[in-house]
């Protein structure tokens, strides 16, 4: 587990272009695009691992119906380290819902830790207030 996070003075939000695919989660916005365009050139650099489907249940996506047949289940999905120890589906949601549907245990995916994916925060109140909320799981967690 990654340990107490200081904030970087020079950080620099990632760019969003018009078309960019983006993960919301609150005040939390990740660029997808660019996360994938990041694996694309270095895929060594990031964890390829297998995930059980049932650990991803469909609670806060919205699957669009007429989508779910057309994905390809053979591309790893994308798995972000959103607190300490806790990643969250950030990449893949019709993908890991028709392997659900079609009975699938497991499924190949990218995990980022929170290192890997910090970078592709698309504010700098979101790094900012990431930072604060990264800290504060980490007393949670040691106050148990």
Known sequence: MSGKLKADPDFAPCPVCEDDELFRNGIFIF???????????????INLVEVAVSDFEPEFSIIDESHVDSVDITRPVIL???SPGRYN???GN???????RLGIDRMQAYKLNMKQHIAFLTS?????????????KLKDKKGR
């Open 80 to 82: 972000g380290e959103i």
């Open 124 to 136: 700098s109140k979101a790094y900012q207030s990431y930072v604060e909320y990264w800290n504060s």
């Open 89 to 91: 589906l950030i990449d």
């Open 94 to 100: 019709h993908r890991m819902e028709k392997a659900r």
């Open 31 to 45: 660029n997808v695009t660019q996360i994938i365009k990041h694996i694309a050139n270095s895929p060594t650099a």
